[in-house]
């Protein structure tokens, strides 16, 4: 069983960057796909990226496309979100998520794990 921690989240003026981090425990995680997903206030929890074991296959939804890079170590057993030309609308609580399978999917039920989530809230 993968358990799973983010951080890196903070206030930030658009336009600017952040990078999220999410750290892995448990023997699977280099067997698990990864997602990102982000719920903002009021809002159903939306996709943002996945990426599969080896990291040849990655994700994005259309509004962070161009703009988010998400990527792993398997050796360090993380998985990371580069969030770059933030918008005020991406401010949310983001989570890092995994499921046993190869590739990864845009769909929340998919994930058997999630992490706590972390604050990112951008200002215009």
């Known amino acids: 069983q993968v358990q799973l921690v983010e951080s890196g989240g903070g206030s930030v003026q658009a336009g600017g960057s952040l990078r999220l981090s999410c750290a892995a425990s448990g023997r699977t995680f280099s067997r698990s796909a990864m997602g990102w997903f982000r719920q903002a206030a009021g809002k159903e929890r939306e996709f943002v990226a996945h990426i599969s074991w080896t990291s040849s296959s990655t994700y994005y939804a259309d509004s962070v496309k161009g703009r988010f890079t998400i990527s792993r170590d398997n050796a360090k057993n993380m998985v990371y979100l580069q969030m770059n030309s933030l918008k005020p609308e991406d401010t949310a609580v983001y989570y890092c998520?995994?499921?046993?399978?190869?590739?990864?999917?845009?769909?929340?039920?998919?994930?058997?794990?999630w992490g706590q989530g972390t604050q990112v809230t951008v200002s215009s």
């Open positions: 998520a995994a499921r046993s399978q190869v590739y990864g999917s845009q769909y929340s039920y998919d994930y058997n794990t």
